[in-house]
Structure formats: C-alpha cells, structure tokens
DNA sequence: ACGCAAGATTAACATTAGATTAACAAAGCG
DNA sequence: CGCTTTGTTAATCTAATGTTAATCTTGCGT
C-alpha cells in the first residue's frame, strides 16, 4: 500500500517515515502542503495522512480539496486539537478518520489496517507469489516449493522488487535506484553481484530458473520459459 | 442494533440515550458499574458503550471480564482520560474503540457504524501461546515449560509484542513505537538490550531459541526452526 | 562461420554495518 | 537507604555487503 505522509514537523514525519517504512508500506513524504495536491495527483497514493497545522496550506482545505476533486483515496487527519469543534471540523472536511496527538503507534496502524479494508481500490497485498515460489511480506519468509530459503535483507529487497511485478523486465539502473537508492554510479556492479546469489538460493536447487537475463536490456521474473 | 450504556453521570447518559434512540438504535442504560455484567448476559447487546470512570466497578474491570468470558459483542469505551498511556490501556483491556470526551455526537455515530460493520469478532486472546512458551495476559505470568519466568515490565512488554503475532517479524523502530512511544529518539540500542534480557530469561535455560534475529530486518518469535 | 568486444557471471576478499554483550550509571520503588 | 529496573556506552564479535578482477557467454560485424 502506498501513503503520502503530509506533516511539516521534521521529527513526527521522520518517526512516521521509518516506522511505517518497515511495516512494509510504500510511504512518500512532503513538509509543504501547497505540494500536496500535485504530488497526489502524481503519485496517486492509497491513503494519505495529513497533519492539519500546514505551512501555506492548511490540512482541512487540503482535504476538501480532496473531496471536490473525487480523487480516490482515503485521508487520516492527524492534528494537536483534541476539542470536539475541531474533530468535527475534521470529519466534516471529509477525513476518513481523525488522529490526535500524541498518539500511540500502535493505534496509527490500527486505523490503516482500518482504513485499507474499507478501500476498495487498495490491496494491502501481504504475500507475493510467482510460480512455486512464494514471499510473505509479513514474516518476511521465503519459500520454494513449501522449502523455507534464507535470504539476506538486500537479497529480499531485490526479490521484492523483481516479484512486485513479475513478467516485467527490471533494468539495473532502476534496480539500483530502488533498493540502493543511489541514482548515478554504473560503476559498481553489486546488482549483478546480487542476482547472482539470489540464483544461488532461488533457482540453483530447483529444476526451472525463474530469474531471466535480458541482455542488455535487465532481469526479469517469471515462471514461463 | 442493541446498544446497551453503561454510563454514571445522568446528564451524558440522558444525551446519549436520547441521541441514540432517534437515531433508530434500540438502547438500554445502566448506571452502576456491578450491574454491568449481569445486564449483559441478559440482554446480549450488540455493542456496550462503556464509561471509564464508574462507581462501583471500573469500565477497564468490565471490559476485561467481557473478553475473559468471550462475551460475543463490541466495546466502546468512554473516557475523560486523553493520553496515550490511558487509550492504550483501555485498548490493551480489549475494548474495540476508544473515544474522549467530551466528544461530538457525530463522531460517536461514526464509530458506531464503523464497528457495527466490522468484520466478525477480533476479541483479543486472553492467553499467547508459542511453542512451550506461554503469556497470560489476565494475570501477566510468563511460563515456558510449565516453568514459571520472572520478567520486568518492559520485557514483558517487549515479549507481548513479538507473541502478539508470532512468525512476525518486527523492526526495532516498531518495537521502539508500540513498547517505548513516539518521543524516543532512533539512536538508542534499548531495544537490543531488551532482547538480550529476554533471550537469557526465556531462550537461554532451555533447548530451543524462540528468539530470531533477523539481521537487517528485525526481530520475531518463532517456535520453528 | 568466425573472431572479438560488450555484456554477464562468478569467486575471493576486504570492509563495514549490524548485532551481541558486559559493565555502569541513573532513576524508581520498597 | 538498599535493591531492582532501566537505559547508555563502548568493546567485541559476526555476517552481510560491495569491490575487484578473472572468466565465461552472447551477439554482432565482417
């Protein structure tokens, strides 16, 4: 699932960034909310979380905003006002929910896991499975033909990465991009390097090589031959 | 829907009653907190809108005594408590939702239809169990091998965690969030540190660690090899 | 069909990030 | 006060990571 994070305290966004990050969700953040609109539009999250003190744009006109335009998407109002006045402003401005700080982290998952199930177009997909081959997001196992295999984090950011669409063709440089976050260095070869022992555990002992070469172009997964 | 109040300030229960009934809801009220169980397997509710503060006999004690019977029906607790600590503990009591006051009728009526419509019964289990490892949340002893286990507080909160959904694997920042709160800063090692406590009280005396590391990623619990 | 780059694979290695652990100091609590 | 719990620091250990360079493969031009 993926969230834009919209709050301008460095410290709130910073907490929400990491700590949502590793439940496994695709999170964007911006500080400014006159970027909000666009970067929705962009970006088309599922669910957007919006502080209601902005800097140039206040959370309730984002929201409305939101409404007008019918985007698709679920809005969590996370505010500092606890008064009644001020969470019926939220809710009428159209937010899905209402959070008030400080809030338990346990709390904030609780109404995404919430929120999510209600939204018809977002599929919190918790495994991801490609022939014999299967990756829960969840216990972060990875099996091949139920044989439980045993990858390191980098080796499971790339199967990820190759799983969360498979048929598509992945160039190192996008590879390199999302996992490593680097965007200029050809000069290294660790994706290769990568591949290579992701075929060590995931094809190597099993009769059909999933993980395909396309020369020059990148690698790919699939179940076809 | 059958809604039955537990509330002791006349004037909240007169507004909700009211409030409720014109909404098409069928309500019943009681005010004293002893009388609150009795009522309950009587009447059988759908939902029981539960005052924190009550005389007699506390809406937590009730709420807890709801889930130890297995009482099939929603908790939604009131409070004038707002902090964190305290929604916590009123969710941790098994309560399905919880609301501040004082809060805006329409909220209510939000969250009323948002847990009548909630998928079949998430009561929270009175007992973790993992392998020979076992929690008992009502009187909060820890066992492992019908062997009783002495823990503080905050392993035991560390612990609850990782049984909360074993095979699951949890980050450190998420064990930070949910067990240390929102304002702790990311360069701590406690997290660890619990581990390591824990691990020696309940991995360390016995054949088998429960205890997994999973490095790069996190931590999880786990009576598999 | 052949040779030869460009591209891809692979093993071995040094480096480093991440995890473990003990010891200590501060805060709580009887 | 004295004991326990709690959280920090820093030393140590360990496995993951990324580089290098040698080797192998493929496809293209002739």
Redesign the pocket.
């Known amino acids: 699932m993926h969230i834009l994070i919209v709050e301008d305290e460095k410290k709130v966004a910073d907490f929400l960034v990491r700590g949502l990050r590793a439940e496994g969700y695709f999170i964007d953040w911006i500080a400014d909310g006159s970027e909000a609109l666009p970067a929705l539009i962009e970006q088309k999250p599922d669910l957007v979380i919006l502080d209601r003190m902005l800097p140039r744009m206040d959370g309730l006109q984002i929201c409305k905003l939101i409404r007008s335009q019918q985007l698709p998407l679920r809005v969590l109002m996370l505010s500092a006002l606890a008064e009644v006045s001020d969470r019926v402003d939220g809710l009428r401005a159209g937010a899905d929910d209402y959070l008030v700080k400080p809030f338990a982290f346990e709390e904030l998952l609780a109404r995404i896991e919430a929120l999510s199930k209600r939204n018809p177009f977002a599929s919190p997909e918790r495994r991801l499975v490609v022939g014999t081959l299967e990756l829960n997001l969840e216990t972060m196992q990875v099996k091949r033909e139920e044989k439980l295999l045993s990858l390191?984090?980098?080796?499971l950011a790339v199967l990820e990465l190759l799983m969360s669409s498979p048929q598509k063709v992945f160039s190192r440089e996008r590879i390199l991009a999302t996992v490593?976050g680097i965007n200029e260095d050809p000069?290294?070869?660790?994706v290769?390097?990568y591949?290579?022992r992701l075929?060590k555990k995931v094809d190597s002992p099993f009769a059909q090589d999933y993980i395909k070469?396309?020369?020059?172009?990148g690698y790919c997964l699939s179940d076809e031959s």
């Open positions: 390191t984090a980098k080796e490593w000069l290294t070869n660790v290769d390097v591949i290579r075929r070469t396309l020369r020059g172009i």
